[in-house]
């Protein structure tokens, strides 16, 4: 009697065992941490790209500690709504605009502003330097959301649908320029002469193509991922901006983690952001005579004219009251 009592134990304890053998693996996805991406880019972008250099980077890192989720072609949030799904805690990682910031932060506007950043290296030495920290911890204090990385985005460029002799931004007088939707990138279209018009990512192949709008700017390697190129016939090498996305990461979700898996997350962030900003380089040194070879025409306007004019807009527009005192001066004093 007593033995098989013994024997009823064992075997009850022997197969509640083995039912938690069988439970293991999926309780153990449930304790990794959820890492879920929203982006608008397109698969063939390297900014779309860097996002599996930056979940390859934590498996290796951290194996089995991180689900990194990525959704490309804004088809979680809408192009602009990250910013806000991420203070909210609806979504943990994206890479986000100055135009994003300057929503929130007014003073970030001043990196909104054509003709500021000279270069892609001055881009990084501003970024990784004393001032980038400065304007990233308020970012991370009145967003709820912290800059990891610093992503070189490209020099934008104007892309027009029908080819037009274009020096000065006078001759871009009445271009319905599509622009991404919001004042700060809207004022950025008007400064450079154009009538700038509002439209999310996704919508401007389609609104190249059916004459809705007649051009929009953006760095030659999205021209040639989103294949703009099949539905323009010009690019105009103003080089009015040269742009950056910001990897930046929810602080609901950064600050559950400990000190180790900080750090791990932002070495890959900066692993993907040094992919992306290398691959970049690398195609706009290339692009035009890529794109010449498509049957486009590129041109270089005056560019001493569009950077005089936008830099007079800048100046004397109310973005400029609330940059703070010094900061152009040290933006160009950053070598
Ligand atoms: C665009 O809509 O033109 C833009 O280049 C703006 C950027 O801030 C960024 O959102 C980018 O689109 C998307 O990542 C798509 O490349």
Do not use: C
């Not at 920290?133 to 490209?154: C, H, I, N, Q, R």
Request: charged share 20%.
């Amino acid at each position: 009697m007593k033995a098989s009592l013994i024997r009823r134990g064992v075997l009850a304890a022997a197969s509640a065992l083995a039912l938690a053998g069988a439970l293991l693996p999926a309780a153990q996805a449930q304790t990794k941490t959820v890492l879920r991406i929203s982006t608008p880019a397109v698969p063939d972008d390297w900014h779309a790209k860097m996002w599996t250099v930056f979940k390859d980077s934590l498996e290796k890192s951290a194996p089995g500690e991180f689900d990194v989720q990525i959704n490309l072609n804004a088809s979680l949030f809408k192009q602009g709504t990250e910013p806000a799904a991420m203070a909210r805690g609806n979504l943990e990682l994206s890479a986000i605009s100055a135009f994003d910031i300057a929503k929130l932060v007014p003073e970030f506007s001043i990196f909104t502003a054509g003709y500021i950043i000279r270069d892609p290296q001055h881009q990084q030495k501003v970024f990784n330097g004393p001032i980038g920290a400065e304007m990233f911890k308020t970012v991370s204090e009145k967003m709820d959301v912290t800059p990891l990385a610093t992503a070189y985005l490209g020099t934008r460029q104007v892309n027009l649908r029908e080819p037009r002799n274009v020096r000065t931004p006078a001759d871009l007088k009445n271009v319905k320029l599509r622009m991404p939707g919001s004042k700060e990138w809207l004022f950025l279209g008007e400064a450079l002469g154009a009538t700038a018009t509002p439209l999310a990512f996704g919508e401007v192949y389609l609104g190249l193509k059916t004459g809705t709008i007649d051009g929009q700017d953006n760095p030659l390697p999205s021209v040639r991922a989103a294949k703009f190129y099949e539905v323009t016939k010009q690019i105009v090498l103003t080089s009015h901006l040269v742009d950056g996305i910001f990897i930046a990461i929810s602080n609901k979700s950064y600050n559950a983690m400990n000190a180790a898996q900080k750090q791990k997350v932002q070495a890959a962030a900066q692993a993907a952001a040094t992919y992306n900003n290398e691959n970049r380089l690398k195609d706009e040194a290339q692009l035009v005579d890529f794109f010449k070879q498509q049957g486009l025409q590129v041109i270089t306007p005056d560019v001493d004219a569009f950077r005089k004019s936008v830099q007079t807009a800048y100046q004397n527009s109310e973005y400029a009251k609330v940059w703070p005192k010094g900061l152009v001066e040290r933006i160009n004093a950053t070598k």
